[in-house]
């Protein structure tokens, strides 16, 4: 009897779900995006854009494209992926970059050396600072916080003005 109850339960909770999400639908027919949170750093649908696995260097937002070249002027790309969220470059030297919608870097990973040019230099001189042994392996940019991995397992969290937030072993 009670394996009936739950499943009757269930079933009703489920029902009512879908009876909410259906009037939610009729009530308005714009509201297909609510569901998405709000990102800055997506750009609107643009019917020039070209989205998929292999997509050309070219077909990039121009600041994707001035980014790769100053930083990895001698490195060849390989492979792009794009989509709705994300922009993904892959080089010949291994290393992945991570663009938002609008070609903004916000991560760089690199098995190899990583560009000393994409930190600002008050956040550089911190790493030296605080690790100097240690080589950058991964940079991730949030808003005005730079997480920056080490080759020592060492995770740091600086700030624009190369103020250190905090770091962990990250293992």
Do not use: C
Not at 100 to 113: A, D, H, I, L, R
């Amino acid at each position: 009897m009670k394996k009936i109850l739950n499943v009757i339960f269930i079933i009703s909770i489920f029902s009512s779900l879908l009876l909410a999400q259906n009037n939610n639908n009729s009530a308005d027919t714009n509201t297909a995006n609510d569901m998405t949170m709000y990102n800055p750093y997506m750009q609107t649908p643009d019917s020039n854009v070209q989205y998929g696995y292999g997509v050309p260097l070219s077909s990039l937002p121009q600041n994707t494209q001035d980014f790769i070249a100053k930083h990895f002027q001698n490195v060849e790309v390989t492979y792009i992926e794009r989509d709705w969220e994300e922009i993904e470059v892959y080089l010949a030297n291994g290393t992945q970059i991570e663009f938002f919608p609008n070609g903004e870097w916000k991560e760089v990973k690199t098995y190899g050396n990583m560009p000393t040019t994409i930190l600002p230099a008050n956040v550089l001189a911190t790493v030296n600072k605080t690790y100097p042994q240690a080589a950058i392996i991964k940079i991730e940019k949030q808003f005005t916080i730079y997480e920056v991995k080490l080759n020592n397992m060492m995770e740091l969290y600086i700030d624009n003005n190369g103020n250190l937030l905090g770091q962990q072993f990250d293992d």
